[in-house]
């Protein structure tokens, strides 16, 4: 009787977590799937970007993979970056190669000031900024940086801003103007009228696109373009 009654128990318990188990996988959100480019360089592919953003406890993170073809062979960049619920940067890292456990680009708050931390080789400095409220965050290839202006651009159509260049490790003004309108065709072949801005600065002169549902489309340079996957 007393081996049953512990049977019934046991049946009773596993039938009871069963439930509790399965909700818990269910309630397990998936990562977002990546925002994927194509990157041309003089009109032939070079490489690929990705990005991928989430949400967490109030926090906006961002991580980015980019592969290109250079002279010296392919070059692989990694980015991390963090910021609060108002869309102030936290903390952004960069990895030149494969993502270790120490970043080779670093930039964080210390005190009141903004520190940048480059440990590139050629390229080493540590650098405190005090950027004015509202600032944007560039790099040369964190193209997935340049989504972050949308925003800003559609609320007021704002002419210029501060911004920290990470990789020059200084702070840039920087201006947008309306360029026109750029006809570009998605997946199913059909020609979609995006928005052109001009971004320029001392290290910057570029037009990006915004489309409609999809929000950043890519952008273009003097000699390069970066476009999203699907589209060209």
Known sequence: M??????????????????????????????PPPIEFTILRDGAPSGTFSYTEATFSGKYFTSSKLEMKTKRGTVAI??????????????????????????????????????VVSKLKGKRFTRDLAPAKGFQVLDQLGFHLYGDLIGPWESNEVEGFE?????????????????????????????????????????????????????????KSKRMVLIRKGWN
């Open 78 to 115: 990694m980015t991390h970056v963090e910021k609060d619920g108002a869309g102030k940067l936290l903390k952004y890292r960069k990895w030149v190669g494969n993502e270790g456990a120490k970043p080779d680009v670093i930039a964080f708050w210390k005190g009141p000031s903004l520190r």
């Open 2 to 31: 007393r081996r049953i009654c512990g049977a019934l128990i046991t049946c009773i318990a596993l039938a009871a977590i069963a439930p509790t188990t399965a909700l818990a996988r269910k309630k397990k959100k998936e990562p």
């Open 163 to 219: 911004a920290v260049t990470i990789h020059k490790g200084r702070l840039d003004k920087v201006t947008l103007a309306a360029a026109g309108v750029a006809i570009l065709k998605d997946s199913a072949g059909k020609e979609v009228m995006a928005e052109a801005v001009s971004l320029k600065s001392k290290s910057f002169n570029l037009i990006f696109f915004i489309g409609e549902k999809q929000r950043y489309l890519g952008f």
